[in-house]
Every structure is written in structure tokens, then in C-alpha cells.
């Protein structure tokens, strides 16, 4: 089940027109995650599941701890501030995510080398 705020969302696949520029809002839930997870991977729900469960966990694990994440495709995660809750932590993330054009070189050369 995908749940959609009142924020009116951005279509997908074009770059926001300000750095400021407000993104729609969609919740996607675990289980709606992990069916998408499996399809792509092309394996069981089950062992999606079981690995989402202990990457989910880890993550949490490590954002808690300050350590600073480098996943890509996913980009780089760092924690920037925490504030107490009466529910539990509240952490602000900031998320890098960077783009195939803006990607770092690759360590392939322009051109074969000559014979």
C-alpha cells in the first residue's frame, strides 16, 4: 500500500528547478518494499525479506552510531543532527545521492592502448 501526503508531488525524472524545491511526499511500506526488492533481484520474497531486515537494521545501527555512509548507487549518508524524542531518536540525514553524469571517473582508459 502506497500512501501519498497533501503535498503535491514533482514528476520523476526531471531535476528540481530550485536547490530548495520541495519533493511530494510518498510513503512506501516495508512489505511493498520488499516485494519490489525481490522482483528486481529476481529471488524469493523470503530471503528479500531476510536481507532487508538485517541491512535495515545495520543502517540503523550505524546512523545512531555518527558513522558516515558511502552506498552507492544509493549515495552518501551522514548524520547531521539527532534530537531526543518521547518516541525514540530523531535523526536528520543528509543524503547525496549523485547522478550517472556526475559520477566519479572510472579507473577505465579513454582510448585502447596502442599496439
Known amino acids: ?6 503535498l503535491p508531488a514533482i514528476e520523476t525524472g526531471e531535476p528540481a528547478k530550485t536547490p530548495a524545491a520541495k519533493v511530494g511526499r ?15 533481484a529476481g529471488g524469493k520474497k523470503t530471503e528479500s525479506r531476510t536481507a532487508i531486515d538485517a ?4 543502517l540503523g ?6 558513522e558516515e555512509l558511502n552506498l552507492p548507487p544509493l549515495g552518501k549518508l551522514k548524520v ?10 530523531v535523526l536528520m540525514v543528509r ?17 585502447e592502448a596502442a599496439e
Open 1 to 6: 500500500m502506497v500512501r501519498k501526503s497533501s
Open 26 to 40: 510518498v510513503q512506501i511500506r516495508k512489505k511493498d518494499f520488499v516485494d519490489r526488492a525481490a522482483e528486481r
Open 55 to 58: 541491512t535495515l537494521a545495520l
Open 61 to 66: 545501527e550505524l546512523l545512531l552510531a555518527g
Open 80 to 89: 547531521t543532527r539527532v534530537k531526543d524524542n518521547p518516541k525514540g531518536k
Open 95 to 111: 543524503l547525496v545521492h549523485q547522478t550517472e553524469t556526475g559520477a566519479a571517473p572510472r579507473n577505465e582508459p579513454l582510448a
